[in-house]
């Protein structure tokens, strides 16, 4: 970790620290469980997200999912969901978090659901699909990439995953804990030899000095087994890793695929495995010191046998379960009415050579920013408690690794799983560092600098908040 990012997790270690109380009440009823997965999988064609380029869906390689885990003690009822697709919204999570209140009775605070950010998913929301859906109707009249529209079918997915999730309860026991890996993810922010700071400067480059920033080798692990013979139902994988290693024009959801599918061999075919992103607005595959590229198989088999030799010694859990969410408003960057209006001269621009690429991404940032209509926006910081010793932590964003290690640092509980992407989306969340440091990240951002560590120390409070309660 650089000396930093060190202080970053000092200083909010030292705002919240927490010790659990000593007089902690104990849990009503024994604990049930259940897992379940539904095909989120648009029609082909279908625009695909990740880039910015526009690219047509010709296939499906894997299917994308919706996973669910809904647990239940006494009158708590807690669901976690990730889905497969690049991100999410408000418009998504809100009224699927609202349907399943009315269904399940499990409150809105009490649901998480987080995107993968697969790169090999839909491209359904967002200023460039609205760009490339309104240029094909302005062209023919219709968007025949869009016969459908997906997101009432992604909300339908949310809410029988969590539904099946929740007709399939049953008594069940939690294991957590951690294991290390490395030699799969890197920073991919590099301090130059111009004195800049470059993201993904090209491997071999002779240029690099050194990494901008740490990775985060922890996988966090939860493991949900059949109370009455042992069995594993599922559970949750949490790592710090950007979902971009396949590629292409096939729906994927890339490496945690192949993770789900690894696990398997070892743990059942029963096994349903939930990928809740870690930190990693920083992080990818790309090691710059060798031509070898990373595979989504590779990554996943070898993801796999880690988490599958940590299975026999993980800690148990004291089931407890309780929620936590507060919502807080951050500043959004300002515009003038010129630089919008030069925004949308650019859009036509975007996926050419006309305009450099940090451009493109300007052009789209102000006018997503612009289309909130607001000077701030809402940002939620989830935790949900599931025994003394576990917690998981839901941030909205692509967030830096450094915030989340510092989340992890200052946590109260023995295991922390934090997950990125939750809820909502304002792109990148790079701390004050990369902030005055620049590039892509600091460009691709619904947030001003500071607004990283603000969600951090507000992850911090819940978590200390849920220690107590």
């Known amino acids: ?37 539904v095909d989120i ?8 997200s990740g880039y910015f380029h526009e690219r047509l869906s010709d296939g499906v390689l894997d299917p994308l999912r919706a996973k669910a885990m809904v647990l239940a003690q006494g009158g708590r009822k807690l669901a976690i969901v990730s889905c497969d697709v690049i991100a999410l919204t408000r418009e998504i999570t809100d009224p699927a978090r609202k349907r399943i209140a009315e269904a399940l009775k499990i409150p809105p605070a009490n649901v998480l659901i987080s995107a993968t950010h697969t790169h090999t998913g839909p491209l359904y929301m967002g200023v460039l699909r609205d760009y490339f859906h309104q240029r094909a109707v302005d062209k023919t009249g219709s968007d025949d990439c869009e016969k459908d529209p997906y997101p009432p079918r992604l909300i339908e997915g949310i809410v029988q995953a969590v539904t099946k999730a929740h007709a399939a309860l049953k ?15 890197f920073n991919r922010r590099f301090h ?30 939860v493991l949900c087994r059949d109370a009455a013979d042992g069995k594993a139902l599922g559970g949750i994988v949490n790592f710090a890793l950007h979902l971009d290693t396949t590629g292409g024009t096939k729906y994927s959801a890339d490496y945690p695929h192949y993770l789900e599918q690894s696990l398997r061999r070892t743990l059942g075919e029963q096994f349903v495995c939930l990928y809740g992103t870690g930190t990693c607005g ?12 990373l595979t989504a198989e590779r990554i996943g088999a070898t993801l796999a046998d880690t988490v599958a030799a940590k299975t026999g010694s993980l800690g148990a859990v004291h089931a407890d379960l309780a929620a936590q969410s507060r919502t807080i408003e951050l500043p959004l960057p300002q515009f003038t009415d010129e630089q919008i209006d030069q925004a949308r001269a ?16 300007e052009a789209c940032r102000r006018l997503a920013v612009h289309k909130r209509g607001a000077a701030t926006m809402k940002h939620e910081v989830q935790v949900l408690r599931l025994g003394r010793e576990l917690a998981v932590v839901g941030l909205p964003g692509e967030v830096f690794v450094e915030l989340g290690q510092a989340v992890k640092k200052a946590s109260p509980f023995q295991t922390t799983l934090v997950i990125e992407l939750a809820q909502d989306c304002p792109a990148y969340v790079p701390t004050r560092k990369a902030f005055a440091e620049g590039s892509y990240e600091t460009v691709n951002t619904h947030v001003t600098s500071g607004g990283g560590e603000r969600l951090a120390e507000t992850a911090c409070e819940l978590l200390k908040q849920a220690a107590k309660q």
């Not at 999988?41 to 695909?48: G, K, L, Q, S």
């Not at 008594?171 to 993810?185: D, H, I, N, W």
Request: charged share 20%.
């Open 192 to 221: 130059m030899q111009d004195g800049s700071v470059v993201f993904n400067p090209g491997v071999l480059n002779p240029r690099i000095v050194r990494p901008a920033g740490p990775i985060d080798p922890q996988v966090g692990i």
């Open 346 to 361: 650019d859009m036509p621009k975007v996926g050419t050579r006309e305009l450099p690429f940090l451009g493109q991404v």
């Open 171 to 185: 008594p069940v026991r939690l294991e957590a804990g951690s294991a290390r890996q490395e030699g799969l993810s």
């Open 282 to 293: 920083d992080i990818n595959h790309i090691d710059v010191t060798r031509r070898e590229r």
């Open 41 to 48: 999988t648009p029609p082909v064609p279908y625009r695909m």
């Open 1 to 37: 970790m650089s000396g930093k990012a060190a202080a970053v997790c000092l200083v909010l270690l030292a705002a919240c620290q927490a010790i659990p109380a000593a007089d902690a009440p104990q849990a009503d009823g024994p604990l049930l469980g259940g897992l379940a997965a």
